[in-house]
């Protein structure tokens, strides 16, 4: 199979060019106008993006960037997240937030996303009065309209905006425009938190999670470029795209090895590769116990 990553960028060319550049514009007439900004920044390329954008609008002395910190996200993330704060020059703060610690999010219901991105929102509120930072807002996309998003709810509810939905801009554009700007996280992977690998109605665990980012680990140690572990104990389901089928065939003993080193039984792969958010396919047809 033949799918360097050398041209990754490619596919990223925009036909409409001057709808765009409208877009762009819309979205830093949006940041003009806000005195101060605190940016709900988790170091994905959305928010990078979204925070390149208002430093370069504002000025770094109008924009705090805050990362939530949990064990819901590898340390590793949050570790890149403030390595690139310090290469943009942005004022950078972590708040630890305690969602995972409630009864309600452990019991994983459809529902477990707005719940956290309700206590992630009222830190940023709080953080936002103290510093006396007029505005918050954060990386959703025009993209994120199409899935089950929960968090949108909360968004909304605690006042934060979504200036790159507001513009009309959609991940592939963010991508384009990140590269056009030598963002140096364009091309990474999205990583959400380890939570989504775990089916609904199946109860969320410190354990669980070590064991879902330890999996994971293994893979991407492999030069897997994008790997979920969906954690359907004592069976792991590995999805990743369809380009490193054989490349996880070849490692298929180590991989079997590893994994089953983590604590599982059994270790299988997706037919159909990566989806993001493909645990979200049962939700309409979810019945509240």
């Not at 993209?143 to 959609?170: C, Q």
């Not at 963002?183 to 775990?198: D, I, Q």
């Not at 298929?252 to 059994?266: D, P, T």
């Amino acid at each position: 199979m033949k799918n360097s990553r050398k041209n990754q960028g490619v596919g990223l060319e925009i036909k409409d060019k001057p709808l765009l550049e409208a877009k762009l514009n819309r979205l830093l007439s949006w940041l003009r106008k806000r005195r101060k900004l605190l940016v709900a920044y988790s170091g994905g390329v959305d928010s990078s993006f979204l925070l390149q954008m208002a430093l370069k609008t504002l000025g770094p002395e109008r924009v705090v960037a805050v990362t939530g910190v949990s064990p819901l996200y590898p340390v590793e993330e949050i570790q890149a997240a403030k390595e690139l704060a310090r290469k943009l020059k942005a004022s950078h703060l972590t708040v630890k937030t305690q969602a995972w610690r409630s009864p309600l999010f452990l019991a994983n219901r459809p529902n477990r996303c707005y719940l956290c991105k309700k206590d992630l929102y009222r830190h940023l509120n709080h953080l936002a009065k103290k510093l006396k930072l007029n505005a918050i807002a954060d990386g959703t996309t025009q993209d994120d309209l199409s899935d089950f998003r929960p968090g949108e709810k909360a968004r909304r509810e605690l006042g934060v905006a979504a200036p790159l939905k507001e513009a009309g801009l959609t991940k592939r554009e963010i991508r384009a425009l990140a590269r056009k700007f030598s963002l140096p996280v364009w091309n990474k992977p999205a990583s959400p938190c380890l939570a989504s690998r775990v089916p609904y109605g199946c109860r969320i665990s410190l354990k669980r999670l070590r064991r879902i980012h330890q999996a994971e680990n293994a893979l991407q140690n492999l030069k897997i470029r994008i790997a979920r572990v969906r954690d359907h104990y004592p069976l792991a389901r590995i999805e990743i795209e369809k380009a490193d089928w054989m490349k996880i065939w070849r490692h298929r003993e180590e991989i079997v090895n590893r994994l089953k080193a983590v604590g599982y039984v059994y270790v299988t792969v997706d037919l159909e590769g990566f989806r993001s958010g493909s645990l979200n396919a049962i939700v309409k047809n979810w019945k509240e116990q």
